[in-house]
Each structure stands twice: as structure tokens, then as C-alpha cells.
């Protein structure tokens, strides 16, 4: 089985307690990071109400050419719809510790699960897919309810720390990620590619 590719980016501030070291030597069938976490600076200032980035804007701060097939950047401010995670164009995903950072250490769960968390989760939705959709695409990987899952929504936050200590890929989801796989291998045949 042919690994996906990730690069991994920190955008801006991040705290000192995330271990850069333990992503890259995490070991996995399924994904392979590149061999150096790579560092950008915020450029624009957020455009949202509350201070937050809305997809546009982040996306704007981030590389478009990286040497991988999936592109994982982590932030630390505030995201559109004060969401922890956000699809972006171009195979890039977005990440912010906002919050999330806070929850996971007063539960003492490593900053660095959560990132293995996103690697895994993003990695099935890029096989089955073949790429990554922007969150502006209709497409929901994820469920309200909290199953200690990949795929948990989290809509209470606080719910992140049940997918960030042992997650598992839950029932549904497994049958989701089967048919997303047949429907593509489908589509490619119609295509005749």
C-alpha cells in the first residue's frame, strides 16, 4: 500500500510544550511526514468578528507548493466558526491549538495525540478520496455524537479528549470510509481513467 505523503507546518506562535521530534518519528502504514516540520509567520491580521481567521484568509498564510500529497499546517488563533480543524483548497488543512491546547493538557493528554489524531483521519479521507475537500465542498467526515472516534465532530471541544487517547475508527465510519473507496474506484472506471 502506497503511504500518504504529509508535510506538517507550524504557523506563527506555537507553544514550546508541542514536541515537533515525536511527529516526525511517529512510524505508520498508512502516512509518512516529511523529515522536517516546517515554520511560517502569520502575515494578515483576522477578519472576523471575534478575532478569528476565516478559511480565505488563513489560506492566504499558508504555502501552496509543498513536496508531499497533503499538507497539515498548526496554528494557534482562533479558526472561521470556531472550529478546531478547517479544509482548506490544495490538499491543506488547518489546525489550531485555541482552546484545544488548554483541554488536552488539564486532562494531561500530549499536545502531539491530537496532531496524530489529524494525520490519521486526514490520510483515510485522502486515500478514499484521492484529496482533501475545502470545507466550502459538501462534505462531512464527521458525527455529532461523541464515540471516541476519528471522526468525533467535537462540537463541545472539551469531547476532544475521548478521540485523542486511543481513538478508534467507529463502525459507521468504517462503512463510510468503504463506500467512499468503491464510489471512487467507481467514478474512475465511469471516467474510464
Known sequence: MKKVKISVATVGYINT???????????????????EILSYEVLNNSDGVSWEYSDLNM??????DFESDLLICIVNVPLK????????????????FHEIQTILEYSNIPLENVVYRLLYSYALIYKGLKGIPPNSEFANFTHDDTRGCLYDMNGIKTDIIHSCNKPIICPMCVERLKITKFRMKLLTMYKGS
Not at 466558526?81 to 489550531?96: A, E, G, P, Q
Request: glycine letters at 0%; charged letters at 30%; aromatic letters at 14%.
Open 17 to 35: 510544550n508541542f514536541d515537533r521530534q515525536k511527529i516526525l518519528k511517529w512510524k505508520s502504514k498508512l502516512f509518512e511526514v516529511n523529515k
Open 59 to 64: 489560506a492566504a498564510n499558508l504555502p501552496t
Open 81 to 96: 466558526d470556531n472550529f478546531y480543524t478547517r479544509r482548506l483548497n490544495k490538499n491543506r488543512v488547518v489546525f489550531t
